[in-house]
Nanobody, 121 residues
Framework: QVQLQESGGGSVQSGGSLKLSCAASGDTRCMAWFRQAPGKEREGVAAIGSPGSTTYADSVKGRFTISQDNAKNTLYLQMSSLKPEDTAMYYC??????????????????WGQGTQVTVSS
């Protein structure tokens, strides 16, 4: 069983930055950030897998950076140049499978409770 706990969400003005963290308990091979805005489906934002493969949704490329600290078993999402359309609940996800369809939510077995990010114009 893997438990995930997100933190770091908040309110920021357009153009600002936030860094999300996800503390994980248990072994994982692939971790990702998803987000869900009101009335919309949950979408993959960024994913990272062993040994360091990363991928991003087109909407966040060049603005967001996913990383992990294996010693702390923590996943991060550095978000810069934030836009109002980035407003959503952000979720951390993880599983023990390999690097395939890393931004597909159906592959992930473990989810955090989410942290809210609000970007005002």
């Amino acid at each position: 069983q893997v438990q995930l706990q997100e933190s770091g969400g908040g309110s920021v003005q357009s153009g600002g930055s936030l860094k999300l963290s996800c503390a994980a308990s248990g072994d994982t091979r692939c971790m990702a950030w998803f987000r869900q805005a009101p009335g919309k489906e949950r979408e993959g934002v960024a994913a990272i897998g062993s040994p360091g493969s990363t991928t991003y949704a087109d909407s966040v490329k060049g603005r967001f950076t996913i990383s992990q600290d294996n010693a702390k078993n923590t996943l991060y999402l550095q978000m810069s140049s934030l836009k109002p359309e980035d407003t959503a609940m952000y979720y951390c996800a993880a599983d023990r499978s390999g690097w395939y369809f890393p931004l597909h939510r159906s592959r992930y077995n473990y989810w955090g409770q989410g942290t809210q990010v609000t970007v005002s114009s």
